[in-house]
């Protein structure tokens, strides 16, 4: 089946500046990538997905790249805020559920 | 879209006890699972509620364990059988609802602690 490794496990970064998370896959079958942010005691959200049709995503602050040669996507928070801190999970995709990547426990500190 | 009303929301179990955790969707929805969170971990797929037939279990998980049963295009449950600590976890139920490699949601958890 499909293993989704994630790094870093966690990531400090500064208020106003940029965090990037790295995903790979193994399955080169795999066409759809989405990342997950799950804040404390609360339920995974989608924040944005990716496609194998396209390289790059954008929406606002976050950006997700795809680079299926090597088989693996990124994700780019730019410009971040204390409010960004969470768990960040990638995931592909295992029939219609998720495998999901280890996670990336995100502190962004003022 | 899709709203997920689980109930409990947390519950602490006595070892050796079952609890069964409700999930009921807003609408009718084809893809319903249910997945593992393990305290700071990712979450992990325990299986895929089928509407009429019976549960599909990942490696790792049985059906005397995890006992799932999927009513209608709304409802299931998952039942945690005869528990111990290393169950302690929280257990998701997740449905898709726009087709395949579309957004999955997620019901807002059970939080088990057993003890």
């Known amino acids: 089946g499909e293993n989704v490794e994630q790094h870093p496990s966690t990531l400090s970064v500064q208020e106003g500046d940029s965090a990037v998370i790295k995903c790979t896959y193994s399955d080169s079958a795999s066409n759809y990538f989405p990342w997950y942010k799950q804040e404390l005691g609360k339920r995974p959200q989608l924040i944005i997905d990716i496609r194998s049709n396209v390289g790059e995503k954008k929406d606002q602050r976050i950006a997700v790249t795809l680079n299926k040669t090597a088989k693996h996507f990124s994700l780019h928070i730019t410009e971040t805020q204390p409010e960004d801190s969470a768990v960040y999970f990638c995931a592909a995709p295992s029939g219609y559920a998720l495998n999901f990547g280890k996670g990336t426990s995100l502190l962004v500190t003022p | 879209s899709a709203v997920i009303s689980q109930k409990p929301s947390r519950d602490i179990c006595q070892r050796g006890t079952s609890l069964t955790i409700q999930c009921q969707v807003d609408?009718?929805?084809?893809?319903m699972f249910w997945y593992r969170q393990q305290p700071g971990q990712s979450l992990t797929l325990i299986a895929t509620?089928?509407?009429?037939?019976?549960?599909?279990?990942e490696s790792g998980f049985v059906i005397d364990k995890f006992p799932i049963s999927r009513p209608n295009l709304t409802f299931s449950t998952l039942t945690v059988s005869n528990m111990s600590p290393e169950d302690s976890s929280i257990y998701l139920c997740?449905?898709?609802?726009?087709?395949?490699?579309?957004?999955?949601?997620f019901g807002q958890g059970t939080r088990l602690t057993v003890v």
């Open positions: 509620a089928n509407q009429g037939s019976e549960a599909t279990y």
């Open positions: 997740s449905v898709v609802v726009g087709g395949l490699n579309t957004e999955a949601f």
């Open positions: 609408s009718q929805v084809t893809m």
